[in-house]
């Protein structure tokens, strides 16, 4: 979806966080609803926004403000490229961890809370990685939560409660990020089971006695894969075990997994991530078909396509016990298959913060409304 | 607008507000939910809650519940709302800013008794656990898969997973692991209004906004948390741990910087300086030089395979920046005395000085050197000696401002010293609080790092969970009251093996 897609009646390009919140003020008083854009590559990533009046785009909030290779800080503005990102960062051997390969902004991809799960089972996800931000809201102000220093506990982590939201609850205009060195080496290993048993039992080896692997993935056939990685010669040797160890179950190689791992934000299918404990990530693969497993972060990602209405009652089979749809989250989807915690009274706690901090309702009308959020309570409270 | 510190004072532990007859009325009622056993409200029983790891400033709850269970502490909650008490949760009371003061009074919510493992899930790699349960003991119930709980504050021997989460607990090893917010999948926490909340998945790093980001390090002021879902780490095969000295803090950061430049992230880069070693080394005789003007003490963890290398490197760091001298613990043994030499500062500070206050500032890693310069300066101007313990790899600094507490001038100067070190940790890019938390120590000083309106908007969030402000009261906000100094402890014995900052 394009911003262009939205039907939007306006479109508004603010070239500072002051701007931001000046055109957030002045939609607020005249009940304008405003949607967010960084690139526009992943609109509904967290969930189909409604109907809007202003296309907010925050793509001119660009550049590096401070980057600090010796603390392992970075601070940029919302609209900052991850291409931008991964260029500053290379020159000095450092990242941050849990950038996809696509386009699109630092800002928009926090909003979407979406973190690249080959990087995150290791790293850690970017809302963890999030150490400050700046947001400005719909009463026209530009605050702050955290700071630059990597180690801080003074006041609340508000900055880590807008991952994920939208921009539902305000919208970042700068971010600063704890950051990691490269690791000196990484290495691959597959493994080609010859049944699904097989895999499970590699898995399970690997997750209680094996070298610690920086990703694991299962894809159809099915084939296991894992990177490890960290210094070279305990990286070279962490492939050399894992090898060793997968080889009781079936044909192994060095191969590099083929890119992309896995549906990425944007996509014009309907890819859903459905997320269970790591024990149980092998039992969904097996049941949905077709998909990609990251056992050691919980999911299954899952690329569907099919008329909406056999996707929605798929979905609804899917959704229930432990599993979640999450990520895109198509306008065609029953309000009842939320991408939310499942916990009416967390649902509620969140439409109480969504009030008073975004009183006029004007941020992102969508999934994160409170009303949305109180009817996706209700749901789950009668269920 | 944070004040300058006036003259210290003592808040006379005054007893009670309730009128006892009042108290025991109260305390009947709870009992019909708790039982009996479970609720405290004469005065010898409600003296050890008067006070948490700040000691000196203290207040008297009303009453005192050690609920069993959630759905006990969702009666408690729910009694207090009846009853328009304030509800304090607490847990080990080894906080150091004073986060569980019960200042207005109230209900003080003890989880001692919530203090189960309820599960170990190697899988999973999670452990699903009760507040109570004491950190160290989570990481030893888990040890059997050789797994073990990360966050590791100075107090884990005895402070309870649930303060931890409160504070959003650091440690030596967060500098490689991150601190409890990065160990934390899910919590069920009672609302203000006595509602049972989950927030969080079992399966780690989902998407979506969520409140668990804010009920961390929220010091008990959202929400009452009766069971957390929290991240287990594989046991690193290999530890290994390096002691230097150098004759200047100076020398000894550049070799940390030196480190840090080539890609190595130790588990742990823990530094103290010339003052700290003159009072640690006569008691635990680790061979530092009584001239050297700062220790370093560096962990790795990890495979084996390449740390001889990483070895190698580390000591030519050292040597280059010219370490007077370099040691290596060979075995478990030397490792606990090479820690001691940090470990043991606190309790080796009651030989040089008869009062510390402890501080607890954070800056970028690369001011450290500066700062600490102004930390000695400040106390230099006022006649004060200051000994710093700190976590040099990601800037956290504690300064321990010595001094003499039968002098209420030294005292008076102490405190202002102390207000002038976290200010200029403010100046220098950095902040109030590393891994203390800001509760009732700091909270007037939260002017120095956020504006009126960003404290406007934490505060919105805390008055929408909380509209009557009934959980926690007056922590963490500045309440425009008279500016609180707290007063500084009294060294202990020297020789002191107790909680190490």
Request: proline content about 7%.
């Amino acid at each position: 979806m394009s911003a262009l897609d939205t039907g939007v009646a306006r479109t508004v390009r603010p070239a500072s966080a002051a701007e931001v919140a000046v055109a957030l003020a002045a939609c607020a008083a005249a009940g304008e609803r405003v949607l967010p854009v960084g690139a526009g590559t992943a609109l509904a990533a967290a969930g189909a926004p409604e109907a809007c009046d202003v296309a907010l785009v925050l793509g001119a909030l660009q550049g590096v403000v401070d980057y600090s290779p010796e603390d392992m800080t970075l601070t940029v503005l919302a609209g900052t490229t991850l291409d931008t990102i991964r260029q500053t960062l290379a020159s000095r051997a450092q990242r941050l961890p849990g950038l996809p390969v696509n386009a699109g902004t630092i800002g928009g991809l926090l909003a979407c809370g979406w973190t690249a799960p080959e990087e995150r089972e290791a790293q850690g996800t970017l809302r963890e990685r999030l150490i400050g931000a700046q947001v400005a809201d719909s009463t026209g102000r530009v605050t702050r939560s955290g700071g630059r220093v990597v180690k801080n506990v003074t006041g609340y982590d508000l900055h880590r409660m807008h991952v994920g939201a939208g921009g539902a609850f305000g919208i970042f205009t700068e971010l600063t990020f704890r950051l990691e060195p490269e690791p000196e080496h990484r290495a691959h290993v597959s493994l080609e089971a010859p049944s699904l048993e097989a895999a499970r039992e590699a898995w399970r080896w690997l997750r209680a006695e094996g070298p610690e692997a920086a990703f694991v993935c299962v894809r159809p056939g099915p084939v296991l894969a894992a990177r490890v990685e960290g210094d070279e010669e305990p990286a070279r040797e962490a492939a050399l075990a894992l090898a060793a160890g997968w080889g009781r179950w079936g044909s192994v190689s060095s191969r590099e997994p083929v890119s992309p791992e896995a549906p990425a934000p944007g996509r014009a299918r309907l890819s859903v991530s459905l997320r269970a404990a790591p024990s149980r990530v092998l039992d969904l693969f097996e049941e949905v078909k077709g998909a990609v497993a990251y056992p050691q972060s919980g999911e299954v990602w899952l690329d569907l396509a099919g008329d909406p209405d056999d996707l929605t009652a798929r979905l609804r089979t899917l959704a229930r016990g432990t599993y979640r749809v999450h990520d895109e989250a198509p306008a065609f989807l029953p309000p009842e298959l939320p991408r939310w915690s499942a916990d009416p009274g967390a649902l509620v706690a969140l439409a109480k913060v969504k009030r008073a901090l975004d009183p006029s309702g004007i941020l992102r009308p969508g999934s994160y409304s409170a009303d949305a959020l109180e009817r996706a309570a209700a749901w789950f409270a009668r269920r | 607008m944070a004040r300058a510190p006036g003259i210290y004072h003592i808040t006379p532990a005054a007893g009670p507000r309730l009128a006892r007859s009042r108290r025991a009325a109260l305390a009947r009622t709870l009992a019909r939910v708790v039982g009996e056993e479970a609720v405290r409200w004469r005065e010898p029983e409600l003296l050890v809650y008067d006070a948490d790891g700040l000691v000196i400033e203290k207040f008297w709850p009303d009453l005192v519940v050690l609920p069993r269970t959630g759905e006990e502490v969702r009666e408690v909650m729910r009694f207090a709302a009846r009853e328009k008490l304030p509800v304090m949760a607490r847990g080990a009371g080894t906080g150091l800013c004073g986060g569980s003061l019960a200042e207005r009074g109230g209900i003080v919510i003890s989880v001692a008794r919530l203090d189960r493992v309820l599960a170990i899930e190697p899988e999973d790699r999670l452990a699903v656990v009760e507040p109570g349960v004491v950190n160290l003991d989570l990481s030893r119930a888990a040890a059997a898969h050789r797994l073990y709980y990360a966050p590791d504050p100075s107090s884990q021997m005895s402070s309870t997973v649930g303060g931890n989460l409160a504070t959003n607990a650091g440690g030596p090893h967060c500098l490689k692991y991150g601190q409890t917010h990065r160990h934390i999948l899910a919590c069920t926490f009672v609302s203000a209004e006595g509602e049972i909340v989950r927030v969080g998945d079992r399966a780690p790093g989902g998407p979506a906004a969520e409140l668990l980001s804010v009920m961390i390090g929220s010091e008990g002021t959202l929400g009452v948390v009766t069971e957390l879902t929290v991240k287990l780490l594989r046991v690193p095969e290999t530890v290994r741990t390096f002691l230097a000295s150098f004759e200047t803090v100076e020398a000894a950061s550049r070799a940390v910087s030196d480190l840090i430049a080539a890609g190595i992230v130790p588990a742990a880069l823990e530094m103290i300086d010339h003052l700290t070693i003159v009072a640690v080394e006569p008691y635990v005789h680790v061979g530092l030089p009584m001239n050297a003007g700062a220790a370093l003490l560096i962990e790795l963890d990890g495979p084996a395979a390449g740390m001889d290398r990483r070895a190698r490197q580390i000591e030519s760091m050292c040597t280059a920046r010219g370490a007077m001298n370099y040691r290596e613990a060979k075995d478990d043994a030397e490792r606990a005395l090479l820690w001691k030499a940090r470990k043991g500062a606190f309790g080796a500070m009651g030989r040089i000085a008869n009062g510390f206050y402890v501080m607890d500032g954070v800056v970028p890693r690369t001011r450290l050197p500066e700062t600490l310069a102004r930390v000695g300066q400040i106390c230099e101007e006022r006649g004060l000696r200051v000994a710093n313990v700190f976590h040099a790899g990601d800037g956290n600094l504690h300064p321990n401002v010595l001094f003499d507490p039968d002098n209420p001038a030294e005292v008076s100067a102490a405190l202002e010293a102390s207000f002038e070190i976290l200010r200029t940790c403010v100046a220098l890019g950095g902040s109030l609080s590393g891994e203390h938390g800001i509760g009732n120590e700091k909270r007037e000083m939260m002017g120095l790092v956020f504006t009126p309106d960003d404290l406007e908007v934490m505060r919105a969030v805390k008055t929408a969970l909380d509209p009557g402000e009934a959980l926690n009261p007056d922590k963490i906000f500045p309440t425009g009251h008279e500016p609180w100094r707290p007063v500084p402890l009294r060294a202990v014995a020297s020789g002191d093996e107790g909680a190490w900052i």
